[in-house]
């Protein structure tokens, strides 16, 4: 029986631009998994459940994000520079093609990767996080959340965001809140978390995002040729449903799976639905 812990599978490489932290397990197809933002998120945290059940069909490469987790931290655009983790790693231990698994923030990340290295992704997976909100405001009530504890990291705002992440309240333990909690107080994550969802990030990404500058979020989807699932949680309160129209729209091979009851974390809260239809996707003949 293979080890799937965290200590099995932790591992790092030296980019030039400091140490990526990430986990490795499995043979196959390489995958690589990142992860989204938030207070004490990290590979692990995003995906350790689901890794078992991916690694019995996939070479699973599970990254930790420039400073999240294990990992470095890096100057400038926080965007770009995940960007450059990804493919740095991807380099430095060959994965020549991958599928990628992104959610939120790592969508993100993944959605640009496939659109700008095509050559480099074999099928694409997005759990929220990318398009842009057609009905809903942004920020809504997850981001607020989000930019209410950078400000002002208590303990009792990271539940309140934690709440806004799922619709099954239930998966709000107290074991959850306190790694969390010990996470996002550390200070290089804490700092991460302030480049991305201060006041003045927040203010400054929405006002990217309007007029003459609407289309800067949203342009390179249609440069994604490879196959791509959309999946999304019926009740995400951090990047609602209509967000998911446009891509399902631009992306030219974009199929869209909605999770009921359900939201921001579907491989968490969906988890055997979710490991059910993305590995059937990811094995499917081309």
């Known amino acids: 029986m293979s080890d ?77 520079s995940c ?56 920020p809504g009530e997850g981001l607020n959340l989000l930019t209410e504890f950078t400000e002002d990291p208590t303990r009792e705002r990271l539940v309140q965001w934690l709440r806004s992440m799922v619709f099954d309240q239930s998966l709000v333990t107290e074991e959850l809140i306190e790694t969390r909690f010990r996470q996002a107080t550390e200070p290089v994550t804490m700092a991460t978390s302030r480049k991305l969802y201060s006041r003045e990030s927040i203010a400054a990404t929405a006002e990217m995002f309007r007029g003459e500058n609407t289309h800067l979020r949203i342009a390179h989807l249609s440069s994604i040729k490879v196959p791509t699932l959309l999946t ?33 974390w579907n491989m968490i809260e969906r988890k055997a639905e979710f490991e059910s239809l993305v590995k059937a996707f990811l094995l499917r003949e081309d």
């Open 4 to 80: 799937y812990s965290f200590a099995a599978t932790s591992k790092t490489f030296a980019a030039e631009t400091g140490t990526i932290h990430y986990h490795e397990a499995g043979a196959g197809d390489d995958l690589l998994m990142i992860h989204g933002s938030g207070p004490g998120v990290t590979g692990w945290a995003n995906f350790e459940g689901n890794l078992p059940v991916f690694a019995e069909h996939f070479r699973c490469v599970v990254i930790d994000l420039p400073g999240y987790g294990k990992s470095d931290a890096v100057e400038g655009d926080p965007i770009g």
């Open 83 to 138: 960007i450059n983790a990804c493919l740095a790693l991807m380099n430095g231990l060959g994965m020549e093609r991958t599928h990628i698994i992104g959610n939120s923030l790592g969508g993100i990340v993944g959605s640009q990767i496939a659109a700008n290295a095509s050559e480099r992704v074999r099928r694409f997976v997005s759990i929220g996080g990318i398009g842009m909100n057609i009905f809903s405001p942004f």
């Open 232 to 264: 999304w949680g019926r009740d995400d309160r951090v990047t609602p449903l209509d967000l998911a129209l446009l891509p399902m729209r631009l992306i030219p091979n974009a199929e869209l799976h909605v999770f009921p009851n359900c939201g921001h």
